[in-house]
């Protein structure tokens, strides 16, 4: 699919990195990621990709926009209180570019129907809020070859990567987590900037694995601490027994 006069002019600070060029823009144009997770981590994914000229972006998320959210979540303004996250997250894509076709679900998205949710898309990039959402989200990537980029943030500690089927996310959070009562951030806090940070990241990481920039990141977890403002990168093992992947 070529790129139009008015795509060649949006896309000019790409198309001029020879990491990224014409046919690096085109890639982007063809993609389709799902998106899970309107939130914090979504707020800074959704427009980067949408900005990125990513072709289609499905926004999975079942919220409505409460104020607590607003701290972090800058896809949302106050006169949104109430209204879904996953139409209006759409619609912010739309103003931003309309060359991105957005196709919002308001589902909950769990083991029951995460296949598919997910099926048909290039890449997938889990911004949930909850263990029980990640693993869920992360063994229907399994399940379907895909690749996922999983980000989450929590009071001042950020975790990104990429994960191309093995290891899993699932073989670094092992099994103890998939009770829906687990951690997250409306009990624990978060701070608001840190949610951007990892959700930048992850978008980054989206991006240079549809293009294919850079070495694969695959199977290496970014660790970011927010109170001492440093990265650190750590390889996942895969684990034999993982539920997953360990079979494949
Ligand atoms: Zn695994």
């Given amino acids: 699919m070529n790129l139009s006069d008015d795509e060649l002019e949006r896309y000019a600070r790409h198309i001029v990195l020879p990491q990224v060029g ?26 980067a990709l949408a900005g990125a000229g990513v072709g289609q972006l499905t926004i999975i998320d079942s919220d409505i926009v409460e104020l607590a959210n607003l701290h972090r979540q800058p896809l949302f ?18 103003r931003l570019n309309r060359h991105v ?16 949710l997910l099926a048909g898309h290039e890449l997938v990039i ?5 263990f029980a959402t990640r693993l869920a989200v992360s063994d229907a990537c399994v399940a379907l070859a895909l690749p996922l980029v999983s980000a989450a943030g929590v009071q001042f500690q950020g975790q990104v990567g990429l994960f191309r089927t093995k290891p899993c996310y699932r073989c670094f959070v092992g099994d103890a987590f998939d009770s829906d009562d ?15 940070t990892v959700g930048s990241f992850a978008a980054l990481l989206a991006i240079e694995s549809i293009v ?11 660790l970011f601490d927010a109170e001492r403002l440093s990265w650190r990168a750590m390889r996942i093992p895969a684990d034999p027994a993982c539920r997953a992947c360990g079979s494949i």
């Fill in 77 to 94: 303004r106050e006169r949104d209180l109430g209204q879904a996250k996953a139409e209006l997250a759409a619609e912010s894509v739309r």
């Fill in 22 to 47: 014409g046919v690096g823009q085109r890639k982007l144009k063809n993609a389709s990621v799902a998106v899970v997770g309107a939130g914090g981590i979504g707020s800074a994914v959704i427009p």
């Fill in 182 to 196: 687990c951690d997250n951030c409306s009990d624990l806090g978060v701070l608001g900037a840190l949610t951007a």
């Fill in 126 to 130: 889990d911004g949930s809020d909850n």
């Fill in 212 to 222: 294919g920039i850079g070495g694969d990141q695959a199977g290496q977890l970014h």
């Fill in 101 to 116: 076709e957005a196709a919002p679900r308001s589902e909950r998205i769990g083991p029951d129907n995460a296949e598919e």
